[in-house]
């Protein structure tokens, strides 16, 4: 077998997604996604100028070999454009030879671990009580774990809260960054009210996430953890930016409360040393960002050691073919902790037709040979690219922070 095209199909049914498609001589096609959220189309030349002409002639079972060529052979080794183009290629390759074996991808990664992947669903509200109905929702419809995320008082707007009441939170909000406005004393007298009215209108068997997006210093983040341990979080997430891996010691040697990382990782150096120290407890880089399954399947087989878990990555910017293929990746994986899903708009998933299935708070992949994702490409192509840009974030004295 032999690839006879490469070509990026960009849509935006609602988002911009990146689409890369592999088609060989055999009449197998594979796709893999390649959606990074605001910098959409510096993935698209990447793939389309330095790695499709590359790719043609190659046989598509030599998913190792194209993945060094494409690591190693750029010379320029790392960072998100370049691994999510590479993670594009080989959730493609995974996909095509799935087919070619007639086999769903969890049995060619190495069989089913679980009957089922537990998923947390995303509850958001301008103030506590808009959230505890949104977490009333999830729980009706199922969900077994839910993240949540609240307005704070005397603060516009926040990171994970959607502009106005019942409209769905999308983070790329506007065609140039908009600003929001940040607080952590605020936010940080706030949070644990939270999850103190969570845990009092649900009980004790719900599973409580939250996502702090990189806001916080290491102290400030100890604090946090250690003020919200009687609320038993399944995790807090992002509680500090991660650039400096040894910060998390600091976070670790204060707080119980378990921590998970990794949104924005793209390879498995940006992680080695909050594994090897055991400073988290879960890992979230995820297929697309970080090299696709074959590099994926390094940082969790190092995680599994140290007794960290996945908690991939899930949010609506990674397209239902980054789903479909986590969700493989997910049901064999010995190391398995929960999954993010944010659902998709109906004009997505009429996009991508999928085999994955929502059941009762959990997702199965199906029984369809690959990652059982494809793409209507008629439909694509009525939703041209619309630039769209994630916000940026201002303490109240105009300094720029994290967003
Ligand atoms: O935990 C999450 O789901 C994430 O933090 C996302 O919502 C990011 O903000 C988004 O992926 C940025 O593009
Ligand atoms: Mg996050």
Request: proline residues 5%.
């Amino acid at each position: 077998m032999k690839i006879v095209d490469a070509r990026v199909i960009v849509t935006c049914p609602g988002r911009n997604l990146v689409t890369l498609k592999i088609e060989t001589d055999d009449g197998i096609h594979g796709i893999g996604d390649a959606t990074l959220n605001g910098r959409e189309l510096a993935v698209v030349a990447y793939l389309e100028e330095h790695v499709a002409p590359a790719l043609i002639g190659r046989d598509p079972s030599c998913i190792e070999d194209i993945w060094q060529f494409f690591y190693r052979g750029a010379y320029w080794r790392r960072g998100p454009v370049t691994m999510s183009a590479i993670g594009a290629v080989d959730m493609a390759l995974w996909d095509i030879m799935g087919k070619a074996a007639g086999l769903p991808l969890y049995k060619l990664l190495g069989g089913k671990s679980r009957d089922r992947v537990m998923v947390y669903g995303h509850a958001t509200g301008h103030d506590i009580e808009g959230c505890l109905e949104e977490v009333a929702r999830h729980v009706e419809q199922g969900y077994r774990a839910v993240r949540v995320q609240c307005g704070i008082p005397g603060i516009a707007s926040t990171y994970g809260v959607a502009k106005r009441a019942g409209e769905r939170y999308e983070p790329a909000d506007s065609s140039l960054p908009s600003e929001n406005v940040w607080s952590t004393s605020k936010y940080l007298n706030h949070a644990p009210k939270l999850f103190q009215a969570v845990r009092e209108r649900f009980g004790d068997d719900l599973h409580v996430l939250h996502d702090v997006h990189h806001r916080l210093t290491p102290i400030e983040a100890a604090r946090l953890g250690k003020e919200v341990e009687p609320y038993h979080l399944f995790w807090l997430e992002d509680c500090v930016p991660a650039e400096n891996q040894g910060a998390f010691r600091l976070i670790r040697q204060h707080t119980t409360t378990p921590l998970a990382v990794g949104e924005v990782f793209n390879s498995i150096h940006d992680c080695r040393e909050l594994i090897e120290s055991q400073s988290i407890d879960y890992i979230r880089a995820t297929l697309t960002h970080a090299g696709g399954i074959t590099h994926v399947r390094r940082i969790a087989a190092l995680a599994e050691l140290y007794h960290v878990r996945t908690g991939f990555h899930g949010p609506t910017d990674l397209s239902p073919v980054c789903m479909g293929a986590a969700l493989h990746f997910d049901t064999w994986v010995p190391n398995f902790g929960i999954q993010e899903h944010m659902p998709h708009s109906e004009e997505i998933e009429e996009v991508f037709p999928h085999a994955y299935r929502f059941e009762d708070g959990h997702f199965t992949p199906g029984e369809a040979p690959g990652h059982g994702v494809d793409i209507d490409e008629g439909l694509a192509a009525k939703y041209p690219y619309r630039r769209a840009s994630l916000p940026v974030n201002r303490l109240e004295d105009g300094t720029l922070w994290h967003w």
